[in-house]
Each structure stands twice: as structure tokens, then as C-alpha cells.
């Protein structure tokens, strides 16, 4: 499995729970404590987020880690 297509649908459901809650990029940067110009990275797949960002991320958007890598591999074995 390539890493930026798993880089890229995670960026893909890291802003799907953002814009589903209403939140613009700098709102979700700001609730967890990162830059926006790395949440526009994150979720364009140009960033590969440590455990920890991923933490105050899912933490944020009051989702487990767990929930979002389940829809991220489903996602990977969707497309296989």
C-alpha cells in the first residue's frame, strides 16, 4: 500500500468530522492546539500525523483514534 494514498484518506476523514461539526480548519487548529497551515496539510495528505497529533485531533472532534483509522482502513480495503 502506497503511504501518501494512506496519508490521503486520512487527511479525507480528518476534514469530513471537521465539516461536519461546522468548523473551519483554524476552529479545529485552535480546539487542539495546532497550526492551521498543518491541519490544511494533514488533510490534503501532505502530512503524516505522529500518534500525538492524531490524539489532539480525534480528542477535538470528540471521536476515539480508533473510529477514525477503522474508517480509514475500511476506506483502504475499499479500494483494493
Do not use: C
Request: overall charge positive; hydrophobic content about 40%.
Amino acid at each position: 500500500m502506497p503511504l501518501k494514498k494512506l496519508d490521503r484518506l486520512l487527511g479525507v476523514q480528518i476534514k469530513r468530522f471537521r465539516t461536519a461539526k461546522g468548523w473551519s480548519q483554524e476552529y479545529l487548529a485552535e480546539v487542539a492546539d495546532l497550526h492551521r497551515t498543518y491541519i490544511s496539510q494533514l488533510e490534503r495528505g501532505l502530512k503524516s500525523p505522529s500518534v500525538r497529533i492524531l490524539y489532539k485531533i480525534t480528542t477535538a472532534l470528540g471521536i476515539t483514534m480508533s473510529e477514525l483509522l477503522e474508517i480509514v482502513e475500511e476506506s483502504l480495503n475499499a479500494d483494493e
